[in-house]
């Protein structure tokens, strides 16, 4: 496994969203305040280009220069992670070299998707790409998303062998992630994210790393909370806070993901609410019911230039 930060990287890191213009360009300005604000917030590191970031439905020009966007605004503050979906080997490679070239620390890969795969094809596509690879391999465990299963013995022979240095598991299945953490306890350098912050204190319980996660582009300090409670022991503290952010984490599941995400920056006043076309910004009666709730949560002041 290369030796790189990405071995003690723990806590929280925003998966995050991607400011756009109207048009579906990249708006840098927007995404240097999203930077700002998430770092301001205490976040441990950046995840762009994910689910969140909808990496899947930007063209190539305009994930690179996403990438490189925030790669420049983090500015070695924090370890960057470069989301990566490619349905074939071929782009995978391409985007993870990409990816390296252009700075980042690592890159949180998805497993093929369109075909039917089996768990062969699964080991086989990490190892092939790790092989390759100059930044670390993370993978990103979504099937509802891919539709591709990896199952925790197949992530635990990966994770042994130091083809992939960690996952992010947004399945919002807690009993795979516990599996995966029982099937890789005998690997203290593997990182095991939940992609679910409803699930963060739960998840940190049961020996993993922390959250990769949409809610902590809105409320990153809400989310870094929880992380530090938990390290510094005071369980009735996580709790409380727990209980507040599977509030937020609900307020911005509303529409069609990640429309409320966009929607409540846009309130806060970091980027517009566009994602990518054709799909439309949040209604104006969610984006209003949204708005008394960030208010009432004291979640509408929260930028940092």
Known sequence: MKVTAIEELTGVLPALATPLHRDGSADENGIRRLVE???????HGLLPLGSTGEGASLGEKTRWQVLRCVIEAAAGRVPVICGVAQPHLEGARAEVAAASRLGANAALVAPPFYYPTDQATVLAFYRRLAAESKIPVLLYN??????????????????????????????????????????????PAFRIFTGSDSML????????SGTICGAANVGPGWVVRIYDDFVRGDLDAARAH???????????RVGVFPQAIKAALHLQGICEPWVTPPTAALDDAATARLRDLLAGWGLLSTRSD
């Open 37 to 43: 604000h998430t770092i301001a917030g205490g976040v």
């Open 142 to 187: 979504i099937p509802q998303f891919t539709k591709v299963f990896s199952e925790p013995a197949t992530v635990a022979t990966l994770a042994r062998e130091g083809t992939i240095a960690g996952i992010k598991d947004s399945s919002r299945d807690f009993e795979y992630f516990e599996n995966v953490c029982v099937a890789t306890r005998d690997v």
């Open 201 to 208: 204190l739960a998840s940190l319980a049961m020996g993993g």
């Open 242 to 252: 727990q209980d507040d952010l599977i509030r937020l984490v609900v307020a911005v």
